[in-house]
């Protein structure tokens, strides 16, 4: 029996911003069930790192694996790009996002949101699709609230809806860009007890996150980031609780 491929695999990505080498050369593998989080200081490259994996910002170098498949690209005179952006859709379909500012289309309910994509994207009836969110509503906690629009709801409710639309294509890998960062303090543990459900679950999941208890209970992997580099990468008991690295064992210690 042939081995089961790797969800995703990310080879020695690098990223400049004009004359700024942001991501200098960086890897990662996620398996199935996977939960690696991506720590580091603002301005590390962790969500530049997240961004490149499903191209929402196109590396300079490097390759991206998505279930065996590796992206193609092609260099043109605005450097280089995929040479096949069906092949991107048909990638990003299997690797959904969740973004820092929930990122709902606001003239559209929330059920409205999470059918669309799989609707428009994936071919399903709209039917089914209909059936399919509203179980994965209930699955949130946000079945009393399938007829709002985002503009109606909390920042939390919002973001679970947000986890919601992502769920609704079934992906392969979640992306999460700092998911709680916008949220006011007490609505964090919310969004954070469905993700940490989603670990329990099996799915495999990339996390960038500011919450160091959360990593430590869910992440199978922590990885750090200092100035585009891996500092740092292991389990979290060893990562969080262990360091090596001085440069970790600030980043780490109880800010005053």
Known sequence: MADTPIPLE????????????????????????????????????????????????????????????????K??????????????????????????????WAHMTL??????????????PKKQAIEHARELLERVGLSDRADYYPAQMSGGQQQRGAIARALAMDPDVMLFDEPTSALDPELVGEVLKVIRGLAEEGRTMILVT?????????????????????EEAGPPAQVLGNPSSERLKQFLAPKN
């Not at 260099?75 to 500012?101: C, Y």
């Not at 160091?212 to 200092?226: E, G, K």
Request: glycine fraction near 8%.
């Open 10 to 73: 990310v080879r020695n990505i690098t990223k400049r911003f004009g004359d700024t080498e942001v991501l200098k050369g960086l890897s990662l593998q996620a398996q199935k069930s996977d939960v690696i989080t991506l720590i580091g200081a603002s301005g590390s490259g962790k969500s530049t790192f997240l961004r490149c994996m499903n191209l929402l910002e196109q590396p300079d170098d490097g390759e991206l694996i998505i279930h065996g498949e590796p992206i193609r690209f």
């Open 111 to 124: 059920l409205e949101n999470i059918i669309e994509a799989p609707v428009h994207v994936l071919g399903k």
């Open 75 to 104: 260099q043109t005179r605005h450097g280089r790009e995929p040479a096949d952006w069906n092949q991107v859709v048909a990638m990003r379909a299997k690797l959904s996002m969740v973004f820092q500012g929930f990122n709902l």
């Open 210 to 230: 500011h919450e160091m208890a959360f990593a430590r209970d869910v992440s199978t992997q922590v990885v750090y980031l200092h100035q585009g580099q891996v």
